[in-house]
């Protein structure tokens, strides 16, 4: 687990699949910085458009996690990570790591945020670097028709705890409770 105040990047090394050969063999995680905040919203937004037709309001869920996470930020218990492609700085992901403010203990209870991969980085241990950040015990949500994160999440040891049937982007949904103890 890495826990670190300052934007010094940490460097994974991961194995080079022949098959996408566009891609180095190395990426870097980084803590956030101006400019990134306003990107994962762009990019959440874009991306689950375009795969489950969410829309805008989608986008407007997202832009409220990260402004919640900027107006109520605690550095020595939450974080942003960016994930870039060593080399060129294109970014590759992104993550969010917050106190569980609904939970009975916010101290000690962590919430797993805006877990996005950009598509032509899936498959190289980047979602996986990316969820294995801090904490003692993580509690997640997330949709049920996410398929490959519920298999990530439960590959990482996530175990569902909970389902619950809503209304969101005007579509039917379950959402699905995750934690992990750590």
């Not at 891609?23 to 762009?42: C, E, K, N, Q, W």
């Not at 028709?145 to 949904?173: C, N, S, T, W």
Request: hydrophobic letters at 40%.
């Amino acid at each position: 687990m890495v826990q670190t105040n300052s934007t010094e990047a940490m460097e994974i090394k991961i194995n080079d699949d022949s098959s996408r050969t566009t891609l180095t063999p190395s990426f870097v995680l980084r803590t956030f910085r101006p400019g990134d905040l306003g990107y994962i919203v762009h990019r959440n937004g874009v991306y689950y458009d375009e795969q489950y037709q969410w829309g805008t309001r989608f986008e407007a869920v997202v832009a409220r996690i990260v402004a919640d996470f900027v107006d109520t930020y605690d550095p020595s218990k939450e974080r942003c990570w960016i994930a870039e492609r060593k080399g060129d700085g294109a970014f590759l992901g992104s993550i969010m790591l917050v106190k569980d403010r609904e939970s009975v203990d916010p101290s000690k209870i962590a919430k797993l945020r805006l877990l996005f991969v950009e598509p032509e980085a899936r498959g190289m241990g980047l979602g996986a670097a990316l969820v294995r950040q801090c904490y003692s015990r993580i509690g997640l949500w997330t949709q049920g028709i996410l398929l490959a994160a519920r298999r990530l999440y439960a590959r990482e040891g996530y175990k569902l705890v909970r389902l619950e049937e809503h209304q969101a982007f005007d579509i039917p949904m379950t959402g699905e409770h995750w934690e992990l103890t750590l």
